[in-house]
């Protein structure tokens, strides 16, 4: 089927990458075809919006609401093509209407169905959960139209259903509005979808594997926000393997992984660490790859939630990703001291691998201690920095953990041979020297966990 989904936002890009996955000739349709975001790749065609409509027989609008009407107009005659509304008219004054009645008023010779706008757009290219798969809703006066968008929204992975004609979008936005304050007002965190659930319960051991019928332990992995070098002016971001091979383990255990960063927002790899990139430093990476190359997965890195809008209590473990950026960034975060800080008072799991143990320079004990203070604990050597320094040619970092480590009295900062897989637990503190050592701090946190 020839799709045009109009809008290269957070919505439009996973829908367009997820329905071309399943085999649908996929166009985006963009105010400025042209004009990419620095580091975006496309994963389908992008033309003005009116030649992105031109040849298709559904289009899929997944633009901000407030947008919607002006575009529609300028779209014209619409051919009776199936129009899906992904949009939320969130803070818009709809004087009592639906969204989905505003955008059909808009749009001439369009059979609208109202869909796709009930869960998060990371989601969307993959939404199946651990419980079963988020619903689509699905409203619209013709109900061939909603038949077909069943059909596209069962490619993705949701379960399709008919809430009936157009009025009945008001279900679907009010299902939307329920994510939304589970997600940001209650902090669920956006790994969340809705869905049917049904009766009977099958029996247990028919119904749940082993791994399925475990309590799930969640863990949060912290990755610092996009930031530039003050050293080389470089932009700099986390280490990927030191975010994948971590997540690899921990959903192999059955847990739960959040992936959130202090700012919230897009978060990008070092260049180096990612294995696509000219230097072919992570050629071999191959996990990273995988993650990678998986829309859902790919996806997770796209919105991040902000750790404000997070409860870490409901968490068992922090894990907090290094690279680049963590050396400006989580080194001077009294958010992320905090975070880790009180999560080590409380009792939970606190892992920290690489260049983000800079937030181990400065996180402070309620009672004034370092965190570190009596702790054995590892990061990034000098022997990796002397190694990093010499690869490109200059110095890379402002300062070195090994030595703002060593300086510190009353704590003992140990390291092994140069990027060797290597990490320590003292009590509930995890710490991993670098790159190389991400899986096996999270086999450690996972071995404090109790599995
Ligand atoms: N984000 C979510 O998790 C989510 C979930 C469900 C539903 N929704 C709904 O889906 C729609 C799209 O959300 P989104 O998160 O994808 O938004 P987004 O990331 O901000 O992207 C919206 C896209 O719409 C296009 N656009 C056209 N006119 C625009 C304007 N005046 N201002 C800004 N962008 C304009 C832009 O693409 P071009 O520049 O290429 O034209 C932009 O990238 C919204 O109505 C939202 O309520 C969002």
Not at 20 to 34: E, F, I, K, M, Q
Not at 158 to 171: C, I, Y
Not at 337 to 359: P, S, Y
Request: hydrophobic share 45%; with cysteine; glycine share 10%.
């Amino acid at each position: 089927m020839q799709i045009a989904v109009l809008g290269t936002g957070r919505v439009g890009s996973q829908l367009a990458r997820g329905l071309a996955a399943a085999g649908h000739r996929v166009v985006l349709g963009s105010r400025n075809p042209d004009a990419r975001a620095p580091g975006t790749e496309p994963v389908v065609p992008v033309r003005s919006y009116a030649d992105a409509v031109a040849d298709a027989e559904v289009v899929l609008l997944a633009v901000p609401f407030a947008a919607a009407a002006e575009l529609l107009v300028g779209l014209g005659d619409l051919g009776g093509r199936i129009l899906i509304d992904a949009t939320n008219p969130i803070g818009v004054d709809t004087a009592g209407r639906t969204g989905a009645d505003l955008v059909a008023a808009a749009a001439t010779n369009a059979r609208v169905v109202k869909a796709f706008n009930t869960i998060g757009a990371e989601h969307m290219a993959d939404a199946r959960f651990a419980g079963g798969a988020a619903f689509a809703l699905l409203a619209g006066d013709d109900e061939a139209a909603r038949d077909v968008v069943g059909g596209l929204a069962e490619a993705l992975g949701f379960e399709p259903v008919h809430l009936g004609d157009l009025a009945t979008a008001r279900h679907a936005e009010a299902a939307a509005r329920l994510w939304i304050h589970l997600v940001f007002a209650r902090g669920y965190g956006r790994d969340i979808g809705v869905g049917l659930l049904r009766r009977p319960i099958p029996p247990l051991s028919t119904a749940r594997s082993t791994k399925e019928s475990q309590v799930s332990k969640k863990i949060l992995i912290v990755a610092s926000n996009p930031t530039v070098s003050a050293q080389t002016g470089w932009p700099v971001g986390f280490w990927l393997s030191e975010l994948t091979h971590p997540y690899a383990e921990f959903v192999q255990a059955g847990y739960e992984v959040t992936i959130v960063s202090p700012d919230g927002g897009p978060i990008r790899p070092d260049d180096y660490s990612d294995p696509r990139h000219e230097s072919g430093y992570s050629a071999d990476d191959i996990l990273s790859l995988g993650f990678l190359s998986s829309p859902r997965h790919a996806g997770l890195l796209v919105d991040t939630v902000a750790l404000s809008q997070v409860d870490p209590s409901g968490y068992d473990a922090v894990f907090l990703v290094g690279g680049q950026a963590p050396m400006f960034t989580f080194h001077n975060d009294e958010r992320v001291h905090r975070l880790i800080a009180d999560a080590h008072q409380q009792g939970k799991v606190v892992a920290v691998v690489c260049h983000a143990t800079a937030a181990l320079l400065k996180a402070r004990t309620p009672d004034g201690e370092l965190l570190v203070k009596d702790k054995t604990w590892t990061g990034f050597a000098n022997s990796e920095e002397d190694a990093a320094d010499a690869a490109v040619g200059r110095k890379l970092q402002p300062f070195r953990i090994e030595d703002e480590a060593r300086a510190i009295t009353g704590t003992n900062f140990i390291v092994q041979r140069a990027f060797r897989p290597h990490a320590v637990r003292d009590g509930n503190l995890i710490t991993g020297q670098q790159q190389n050592s991400g899986a096996a701090a999270a086999r450690l946190v996972i071995e404090a966990l109790g599995h």
